[in-house]
Each structure stands twice: as structure tokens, then as C-alpha cells.
């Protein structure tokens, strides 16, 4: 946005909004997936033992919700951040950014990349081997579909092999990795990043644990089951507050797999008992988790952001930070709901391949 002469917080802007405001929505799946996918599991399995949650299951929705991502963070950029900004002064930027600048790549960087992409499709490859084919080894062995499938109950380890070989393979041509030790010494370092989230899941996987053995889920679900519907309260107007209640919730607790570790026990199972599946409300809960990831200074990234932003703008600070992501958040917000209910309650749209909109107990 700078180079080309625009102002330079709304490039951060439209990128936060993107990546953290937008963070569930995407075209492929992620490591979220199975993520979510795995608490939901345990949530509803407190009122059906037998009940499995595939990661896939909100794969369709969040396609759809790619496209109205960004739709709705073009506009707001365009039409709203950019005019709000006005003209950029460089006197406010904090040290000499007109001396930084991109290097091109050399000759050797262009030639790794070139070996590492092509490792990437050969990975690709490999995995559509396995799965495209009707015979493929990773297909569902009872009914010969991809739902269900080893495939996508090891999503994380392909993922993992799939970045794993070409980054080898870059490093290898790059000179950056001349042994087997030094990938090893670049997984460690990589992995030590990873202690705090360790310790998180730990005390979600315990929370979660608690919930089932003491019963503590399934009484809060049944007591607060019954008295939405004693209120009535049990149509789709449920959802618009469910939304809201988590988006409230993640501005005090940044992390996805954290909120839904203490939400999922107690709003899964009384949710189903008022006819809704799993699958939709984690579709749901999706929606309130990433649209105020971008106002929160929870959210881990955040000051990351912020120190981006006071590059450009010296004098910013998290109130500037708010103020500069709040449209896209209420847009996000408003918009995604809208196409939440639209495909599921108007159009009766699966949210993903094998994911039912309602639940029955049979």
C-alpha cells in the first residue's frame, strides 16, 4: 500500500482483517478443523457416547464464507478505512522506512523456491493418489467416500508432511540445511514456540475431562435446555445470541481452542437438546470467535499489529489499533450472520458434507 502510494495503515488494516477477522473462513481445511473439530466431539459426547464430528464439518460454509469475507473487507477498506485515514504523512512514521527496501531474490533463493514448489506438488500429488481414486488407500475402507475417511482423521500429519518436504527441500538447495541436524535444530526451534499453547491445551483437555465425570455438562445442558424452552427460545433467534455471547467471550479469551474448550461442554450438549447438531453450532461459534479477534489485546497477535502500525504512525496505540478494525469487525459480524442464517434456516444448506443441520437423539 505504500509503494504504491496509498495509505500504508490500511494495508495493515485489510491484511489484520483478513487473516484474524476473517480466521475461520477458508478453502481448504486447516489445522483449526480437526482442532474444533475434536472438542465438539467430546462436547457432544457427553449426551451421545457415540457421536463423531468430522473435521470437515463446516467445510462448505466456510468456502461460502471466504467470498463474503472478502467482499465485505474490500468495501470497508475502499470505502471506509482508506477515506477515514485520508493522506499519509510520512513525518509520522517512527525511523527511515525510505531505506528499506526488498531485495530481489538471487540466484540461488529463485532456484529453491523453483525445487521447493515443485516438491510441493509432488507431495500433492501423492495425497490426491490416495484419496481421488475410488481405490484409494485413505478413502473410508466401509463405504469408499472421502467423509468419514482416514484422510481427513489425519488432516494435521498430511498438512504437516505437505509444508515439511518442500521447507527441506528449500533449505537443502538453499545451503541452509547440510544435515540432517540442522532440519532437526530447525524443527526444535520452531517447536519451542509451542510451549505456552501446550500448557493451554493441558488445562482445556482437563477442564473438558471434569466436565464429563462430574456431569457438570450434561446438568447445565439439560437445566438450561428446558428453560429455553420454557421461554420459547429455541428457533434461530438462538444463534444471533449465541454469536454474540462469544464474540463477547473472545474479547477477554483470545485463543480459539481455548473459549471453545470452556464454551463447547455446557452450549453443545444444550443445544442439542433442543434439536441442533454439533456441526452447526460450531459453524456458530466460529462466526463470534473470529469477528472480534481484530479489537481484542488478547488476541496473541495483536501487539504484533500494533507494533506494524506504529512504524507508519509513531504516535498510535491500542485505541488507534481499535478504532482503525472496528467496521470490519461489526461488518464481519452483521454480514456473516446474515449468511449463517440465510444458509442454514432459509436455504436448508449442509454446512458440510456429512454435518445435519438438526439433531433427533435417534
Not at 106 to 115: F, I, T
Not at 154 to 182: E, H, M, Q
Request: glycine fraction near 10%; charge should be neutral; proline fraction near 6%.
Amino acid at each position: 500500500f505504500h509503494s504504491f502510494g496509498r495509505h500504508p495503515l490500511a494495508g495493515v488494516a485489510a491484511a489484520f482483517a483478513g487473516v484474524s477477522g476473517g480466521y475461520s473462513a477458508n478453502l481448504l481445511l486447516g489445522t483449526v478443523d480437526p482442532l474444533l473439530a475434536g472438542i465438539t466431539q467430546e462436547a457432544a459426547q457427553l449426551i451421545d457416547p457415540s457421536y463423531i464430528v468430522d473435521p470437515s464439518a463446516n467445510w462448505y460454509f466456510m468456502i461460502v464464507s471466504t467470498f463474503m469475507i472478502t467482499a465485505l473487507g474490500t468495501w470497508i477498506t475502499t470505502s471506509i478505512v482508506e477515506p477515514k485515514l485520508g493522506s499519509y504523512d510520512p513525518a509520522q512514521a517512527s525511523g527511515s522506512l525510505s531505506e528499506q527496501k526488498l531485495e530481489p531474490l538471487d540466484r540461488v533463493e529463485k532456484r529453491a523456491l523453483l525445487w521447493a514448489a515443485l516438491a510441493g506438488l509432488a507431495v500433492a500429488a501423492l495425497i490426491a493418489l490416495t484419496v481421488v481414486p475410488s481405490w484409494g488407500p485413505l478413502r473410508n475402507p466401509e463405504t469408499g467416500k472421502v467423509a468419514n475417511s482416514p484422510f481427513l482423521r489425519g488432516i494435521v500429519a498430511l498438512i504437516f508432511v505437505f509444508f515439511f518436504v518442500p521447507g527441506v527441500v528449500y533449505g537443502w538447495v538453499r545451503g541452509t540445511f547440510k544435515s540432517d541436524r540442522d532440519v532437526i535444530n530447525a524443527m526444535a526451534a520452531a517447536m519451542s514456540t509451542l510451549g505456552l499453547y501446550i500448557v493451554l491445551v493441558f488445562f482445556a483437555a482437563q477442564f473438558v475431562a471434569y466436565f464429563g465425570w462430574t456431569n457438570l455438562g450434561a446438568i447445565t445442558a439439560v437445566t438450561g435446555a428446558d428453560f429455553l424452552s420454557s421461554i420459547g427460545l429455541t428457533g434461530p433467534l438462538i444463534f444471533v445470541l449465541f454469536i454474540l455471547m462469544c464474540a463477547f467471550i473472545n474479547l477477554m479469551l483470545g485463543s480459539a481452542s481455548a473459549q471453545w474448550a470452556v464454551t463447547a461442554p455446557i452450549f453443545v450438549p444444550m443445544l442439542m437438546l433442543i434439536g441442533y447438531s454439533p456441526e452447526v453450532i460450531q459453524a456458530a461459534y466460529r462466526i463470534g470467535d473470529s469477528t472480534t479477534n481484530i479489537i481484542t489485546p488478547m488476541m496473541s497477535y495483536f501487539g504484533l499489529i500494533l507494533a506494524f502500525v506504529t512504524r507508519y504512525e509513531k504516535n498510535a496505540g491500542v485505541g488507534t489499533m481499535i478504532a482503525l478494525m472496528l467496521p470490519y469487525s461489526i461488518a464481519f459480524m452483521i454480514g456473516w450472520t446474515v449468511l449463517f442464517y440465510l444458509w442454514v434456516f432459509v436455504f436448508g444448506l449442509p454446512v458440510g458434507p456429512t454435518s445435519p443441520t438438526y439433531y433427533d437423539g435417534s
